[in-house]
């Protein structure tokens, strides 16, 4: 198959481009009612672990583990945001940004009797008075990957009872905070969680067997299904979904057998998480790819899995190239020469677009979609007071478009999210690799708004302005 280089651009010179940014005149993007806005994640932003009753999460316990985490880094200040949120939270109203999706830390909210702590319970309140006070639509995440060690010391999310904790702190986030929260995500991607933190070990809390990442899965959902309900008694007015992370397969060759390759890669990435959700059922080709790895699933599990929701939350990052691994599954094959970010992630807008209209054909009760999380890793540096971070603003731009095509194809996407909102800690990666469209600097906690940033304020603002 012939390599796509339509995709590459010279990602030096976007900037000289008369503007690089704003979308053009016929974009959806220019609707007021399409949220654009940023996101961030506790354990990523706030620091502050042992502060204020704050219990260890697993993230703690892995970054603290040699070898865990890119040049040892943890989160123990990261973006010092715990101290920080007041002058955080006007730079992102100063953007112009409409929207902003941030986590709740798990461990700093409830003890392990269930007990709530109230010093962390007001800090989220503060946080979220303020966001209100500046007229930002709030998206809450209730957990991204920060799980409160005394969980995994029994089990982690390999014990069903994890599922009825989350569903209990469920219960209490969303009696603490009615009112104040626009829009309820019970988890963030649960594909990460489950494979990479049980499946290959590349996460916390870093255990790697195959059986154990379909378990967690199916506990992670479980978790999902059993708090809808308890979100919606409690907080009637907002909006319950739920986060997941989609990936892209093409194949390498136009084989049968290379095709295959590509679908099985889907069926892992996006459908064992959104059939289950969406269907009510796992996607019966899991199991040609994971022999013998399924998990146990108790009467009554796949009912409550599938509550209906308000939105699906959408994370999307890059596409794989594969093809067929000679037996049941796939392998990857990095294309050459296509343009790609500080992860070593390809650059490829058209996956997302593919994937929605996909998706949308896939599912006949596809709820309302907004893209929680687009953005990209660059080694941005502050010269002369500037970050010029030309690849992220074209990256952007690009993706935005990707997202209009679909709206255009007749997916509703009603808002999109910047990840990140500043740079932060990247999980396994630390600190090295820099999501934000703001700058943070380690050493001073100086906050240096990129051009990407720039330019989004500048549409924004623009667009606030038209009649
Ligand atoms: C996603 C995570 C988010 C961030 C981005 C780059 O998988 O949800 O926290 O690390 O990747």
Redesign the pocket.
């Known amino acids: 198959m012939a390599i796509d280089t339509s995709a590459v651009i010279d990602v030096t010179s976007p900037n000289t481009l008369a503007d690089p940014f704003t979308p053009p005149a016929d974009s959806s993007l220019w609707r007021k009612n399409f949220l654009l806005g940023a996101a961030t994640?506790s354990y990523?932003i706030e620091g502050a672990v042992n502060e204020d009753g704050r219990l260890p999460s697993i993230w703690d316990t892995f970054s603290a583990t040699p070898g865990k985490v890119l040049a040892g880094d943890t989160g123990a200040v990261a973006c010092d945001h715990y101290h920080r949120w007041e002058a955080d939270i006007d730079m992102l109203a100063g953007l112009g940004l409409e929207g902003y999706r941030l986590s709740i830390a798990w461990p700093r909210v409830m003890d392990a009797s269930g007990a709530p702590n109230r010093k962390g319970i007001d800090f989220y309140k503060r946080l979220l008075a303020r966001l209100k006070e500046k007229g930002i639509t709030t998206f809450v995440t209730l957990y991204?990957?920060d799980l409160p060690q005394y969980l995994e010391d029994r089990g982690g999310w390999l014990n069903r009872d994890t599922a009825y904790r989350f569903a209990d702190y469920a219960d209490l986030m969303s009696r603490e905070l009615a009112g104040s929260v626009d829009a309820w995500a019970t988890l963030?991607?649960p594909w990460?969680s489950a494979y990479l933190g049980y499946g290959n070990g590349h996460h916390a809390p870093g255990l790697a067997d195959g059986r154990f990442a379909t378990q967690a899965m199916h506990h992670l959902l479980l978790a999902h299904g059993l708090a809808v309900p308890v979100l919606r008694a409690n907080d009637p007015g907002s909006q319950i979904g739920i986060v997941a992370?989609i990936g892209r397969g093409t194949a390498n060759s136009d084989s049968a057998a290379d095709q295959r390759a590509a679908h099985l890669f889907e069926v892992q990435h996006n459908a064992w998480i959104l059939d289950p959700l969406l269907k009510g059922a796992y996607p019966r080709d899991l199991w040609e790819l994971w022999p013998g790895t399924e998990p146990l699933v108790l009467d009554g599990d796949m009912k409550t899995i599938a509550a209906p929701l308000d939105f699906l939350g959408i994370?999307y990052?890059f596409r794989t190239n594969v093809e067929s691994d000679g037996a049941h599954g796939f392998r990857e094959v990095p294309l050459e020469g296509v343009e790609r970010t500080q992860m070593g992630w390809e650059v490829y807008p058209d996956g997302l677009r593919d994937l929605l209209i996909g998706f949308k054909g896939a599912y006949g009760n596809l709820p309302p979609i907004y893209i929680t999380?687009n953005?990209m890793?660059s080694d941005d540096k502050v010269s002369d007071g500037r970050v010029d971070d030309a690849q992220r603003i074209s990256f952007l731009k690009r993706h935005l478009a990707a997202v209009d095509q679909a709206i255009k194809a007749g997916v509703e996407v009603r808002g999109y999210f910047l990840?990140?909102l500043m740079d932060n800690f990247?999980?396994a990666f630390g600190y090295e690799r820099r999501?934000g469209v703001v700058h943070v600097d380690y050493s001073t906690q100086k906050r240096t708004v990129k051009r990407s940033a720039e330019l989004v304020s500048r549409f924004l603002k623009e667009r606030k302005a038209q009649v």
Request: hydrophobic share 35%; proline share 0%; aromatic share 28%.
């Open positions: 994640a990523q991204h990957w963030n991607e990460c992370n994370n990052y999380e953005g890793a990840w990140s990247e999980w999501f």
